[in-house]
């Protein structure tokens, strides 16, 4: 944890809070006329497993930066009904990716961790 570094905290939040937040903001009047009571407008954040259940990855600004998105899905969500709108997350377990493949090389990581990451483009559960 000592050498977590400073520079990880400010591009994950960018991206993975503020980003999907700016098009909702700048779409809303769009978002707003085009929800009905029986087909409201529709916005999906896409969260990890991560930002809700600890991991032990060591992998802190990017965990905190999906619980937020999580946080700001239910926020959005509350505000929004109103004007038929719907707003959900979508909440990805891992799968391999460039970003993951040091977990998966690592021997310090757990291995029912490990175990939920698809290999062979399998469906695993979160856990």
Same mark, same amino acid.
């Given at each position: 944890?000592?050498?977590?570094?400073?520079?990880?905290?400010?591009?994950?939040?960018?991206?993975?809070?503020?980003?999907?937040?700016?098009?909702?903001?700048?779409?809303?009047?769009?978002?707003?006329?085009?929800?009905?009571? /029986? /087909?409201?407008?529709?916005?999906?954040?896409?969260?990890?497993?991560?930002?809700?259940?600890?991991?032990?990855?060591?992998?802190?600004?990017?965990?905190?930066?999906?619980?937020?998105?999580?946080?700001?899905?239910?926020?959005?969500?509350?505000?929004?009904?109103?004007?038929?709108?719907?707003?959900?997350?979508?909440?990805?377990?891992?799968?391999?990716?460039?970003?993951?493949?040091?977990?998966?090389?690592?021997?310090?990581?757990?291995?029912?961790?490990?175990?939920?990451?698809?290999? /062979?483009?399998?469906?695993?559960?979160?856990?």
């Amino acid at each position: 944890m000592n050498a977590f570094p400073d520079k990880a905290w400010p591009g994950l939040a960018a991206v993975n809070v503020q980003t999907p937040f700016i098009p909702v903001r700048e779409r809303l009047p769009e978002l707003a006329a085009t929800g009905a009571p /029986d /087909d409201p407008a529709r916005v999906i954040n896409i969260g990890s497993a991560a930002g809700v259940k600890i991991k032990r990855l060591r992998a802190y600004s990017y965990a905190a930066s999906k619980a937020a998105v999580r946080m700001m899905t239910r926020d959005l969500a509350g505000d929004l009904a109103e004007p038929n709108m719907t707003v959900n997350a979508a909440i990805p377990c891992f799968f391999p990716t460039r970003m993951t493949t040091h977990m998966r090389d690592e021997d310090s990581v757990d291995p029912a961790l490990l175990a939920q990451i698809p290999r /062979d483009g399998g469906v695993v559960g979160c856990g």
